[in-house]
């Protein structure tokens, strides 16, 4: 019997295969990847924020705790980008990252500190905040 090998990366089709993506086609379907972990980083980078279920009241609850948590410095308004990161939102808004994570799962979005977000959902987390946000001319 032959020795099983791992399976190689679908694009560079050099390294082995280690993460194996299911990505959803608009319109239905889904197509299955197996990637190397270098391949795999842009990738998983470029996903859009994820729908995540219904949080219950509990963790609800939990999250209005850290969202509402009272802070001196938090601004009145702010003028935000087209796009920006969760991180980048954090320091503009002067509140721990870990708060606008929280603010995004509320939204029932899943996000992370390198995550690009769009005007509409950055203006969504600064509302929840009590904050106004502009959009940069
Ligand atoms: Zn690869």
Redesign the pocket.
Known sequence: MPPSRPAL???????P?TVFLTQCIIGGGTIQRQ??P???APIIESFPPTPLDLPTDQVTGWLDQIIDEPTKELPKEVTLPETITVEELAAVLHVKTFRVIAALIHQHLFSYAKKSLSFEVAARVCQRLGVKAHRLD
Request: charge should be negative.
């Open positions: 990366c679908d694009q560079c089709q050099q390294q295969a990637l190397c270098a391949c795999a």
